[in-house]
C-alpha cells in the first residue's frame, strides 16, 4: 500500500492562499460571481474564467512556454481549495485545467501543445469529458463510438452521455474505437481523440437537472471528421492513457469541497443563534473534513512525484463525496429552513442547490461501488 506523506505547508504557500483569497473575496464584493455549492462543475462562467486567466490561475504548474507557470502541485492544491471553499464558478475552465492539458502534456503531440494549452491557460478554450454512453458507464472498455479510417483523418460516428457542459466546451477528449474487438479484450483498441464540438456533424442536446438547470448534455457524433492531428498519444493506448486521466480527477479537493459554502454558512448560522448543541454536532463534521484533507493532499503530494496513487485516490473520492452528501442531510437537521433555489437567505439558498445536486457526487467520476472494488482488489493485490 501507498504511504501517504503529510504534507505542512510553507511561508510562501500560506502567502500564495491569502492572494488568492483576498482577490477572491474582492470580486465577490465586487459582485462579479455569487457563492454557489457544486461550483466547480456545474458553475459556468467564461468570463469568470477569463478573468482567472489573466490572474496565470488557470495550468499553475504547467512549463511557462505554454502558458504555465511552473508552480507546484501543491500550490494548485491551494489554489482550488480557495476556489470551492468560496463557491466561486470555475467550471468552464475546470476540465481544461484538472485534466486535458495534463494529458496533452503527458501523451500529445508538441502541435497540440503549442497549439492547445496557451487557450486553455488564457482562459479562453474549455473541454469536456467524453467518455460515458447511453449502454457504457461503469463498464467503459464496451464503448462503441467508432472512428473509421480515411485519408487524413478519422471518421467518427456513435454518441456520448452525461458530458458536463459540453454546451459552454469548444473541444471535448473523447474515446472511441479505432478497431473493432478483437474477441479477447475490450480495452484494445480504444483511442483517444479530441474532437472539435462545433464541427460539422455534432450535436449537442442538453439533458436537464433537477433542478431544470442545463448541465450536461447528450453528444451525438456523425459523421464527424476528425484530422489525424488531433489523435492523442498512440493508436490501441485509449485506455491506459484514460486511466491516467482518472487519476487526475479522483482524488483532488472538488471531492469533499462541492458542499463547503453550506457548511460555512451553516457554521454563522447556528452561531448566530448561539445554538452550542447544533455547532457540537457540526465540530465532528469539520474533524472529518480535516482528516479527509490530509488525505487528499497526501495523494496530490505523491501524483507530483510521479508515484502510483490509483487506490488512495479511489479511497478519497469514494469517502468524500459520501461526506459531502452528508453536510445538506445534517444541515436540514439542525436549522430551520426552506430551501429554494431562489431564496433571499443565503442558507436556504445553498441548501436548495446541495440538496438538488448532491446525488451525483457519489456517481460521477465512477461510482461509490466501482471505487469499493477497485480498493477491495488493490488491497488483496497489495
Ligand atoms: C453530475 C454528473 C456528471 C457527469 N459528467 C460526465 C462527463 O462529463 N463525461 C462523462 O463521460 N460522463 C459523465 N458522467 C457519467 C458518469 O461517469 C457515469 O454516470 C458513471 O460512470 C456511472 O455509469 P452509469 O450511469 O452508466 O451507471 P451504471 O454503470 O449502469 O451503474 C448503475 C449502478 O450499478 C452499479 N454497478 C455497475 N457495475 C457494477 C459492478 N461491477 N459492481 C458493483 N456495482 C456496479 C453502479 O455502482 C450503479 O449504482 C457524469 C455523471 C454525473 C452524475
Known amino acids: 500500500m501507498v504511504k501517504l506523506p503529510t504534507v505542512q505547508f510553507t511561508e510562501e504557500q500560506e502567502k500564495f492562499r491569502l492572494e488568492v483569497r483576498s482577490f477572491l473575496q474582492k470580486e465577490l464584493e465586487k459582485g462579479t460571481f455569487n457563492t454557489k455549492c457544486d461550483s466547480w462543475l456545474s458553475g459556468c462562467n467564461p468570463s469568470f474564467s477569463k478573468l482567472i486567466g489573466e490572474q496565470g490561475w488557470i495550468g499553475l504548474t504547467w512549463p511557462q512556454k505554454y502558458g504555465g507557470q511552473e508552480r507546484s502541485s501543491i500550490e494548485r492544491y491551494i489554489l482550488t481549495e480557495e476556489f470551492l471553499a468560496i463557491g466561486a464558478p470555475v467550471a468552464s475552465h475546470w476540465i481544461a485545467d484538472r485534466q486535458s492539458g495534463p494529458l496533452l502534456l503527458r501523451y500529445g503531440t508538441e502541435e497540440q501543445r503549442e497549439f492547445f494549452l496557451p487557450k486553455i491557460t488564457n482562459g479562453e478554450c474549455f473541454f469536456a469529458i467524453g467518455l460515458s454512453e447511453p449502454n457504457s458507464g461503469s463498464d467503459l472498455a464496451s464503448v462503441s463510438t467508432k472512428a473509421e479510417k480515411v485519408d487524413g483523418g478519422w471518421i467518427v460516428n456513435g454518441s456520448k452521455t452525461w458530458t458536463s457542459n459540453a454546451h459552454d466546451a469548444h473541444y471535448m477528449i473523447t474515446l472511441v474505437r479505432t478497431e473493432p474487438f478483437d474477441g479477447v479484450k475490450k480495452h484494445n483498441g480504444l483511442s483517444q481523440l479530441i474532437i472539435d464540438l462545433h464541427a460539422e456533424g455534432v450535436s449537442i442536446v442538453p439533458i436537464k437537472y433537477l433542478t431544470g438547470e442545463h448541465h450536461f448534455n447528450e453528444v451525438f457524433f456523425e459523421n464527424v471528421f476528425v ?53 457540537t454536532q457540526v465540530s465532528k463534521l469539520v474533524a472529518q473534513l480535516w482528516s479527509l484533507r490530509n488525505l487528499s493532499i497526501g495523494v496530490a503530494k505523491v501524483l507530483e512525484e510521479g508515484g502510483e496513487v490509483a487506490i488512495p485516490a479511489a479511497l478519497v473520492k469514494a469517502i468524500g463525496t459520501k461526506f459531502e452528501q452528508s453536510i445538506p442531510e445534517i444541515a436540514r437537521l439542525l436549522v430551520a429552513t426552506y430551501p429554494r433555489k431562489d431564496a433571499d437567505r443565503k442558507l436556504d439558498r445553498l441548501l436548495a ?24 482488489k488493490g488491497v488483496v493485490a497489495g
Do not use: C, M
Not at 442547490?353 to 477491495?376: D, K, M, N, Q, V
Open 227 to 279: 484530422p489525424d492531428n488531433r489523435v492523442v498519444g498512440t493508436l490501441g493506448n485509449g485506455w491506459k492513457q484514460g486511466l491516467a486521466e482518472l487519476a487526475f480527477e479522483r482524488s483532488g479537493p472538488e471531492r469533499i469541497l462541492s458542499t463547503f459554502p453550506l457548511l460555512e454558512e451553516l457554521i454563522a448560522e447556528l452561531k448566530r443563534q448561539n445554538d452550542i448543541e447544533g455547532l
Open 353 to 376: 442547490e446541495s440538496i438538488l445536486h448532491s446525488p451525483g457526487f457519489t456517481i460521477r467520476g465512477g461510482t461509490t461501488e466501482i471505487l469499493y472494488g477497485i480498493i477491495a
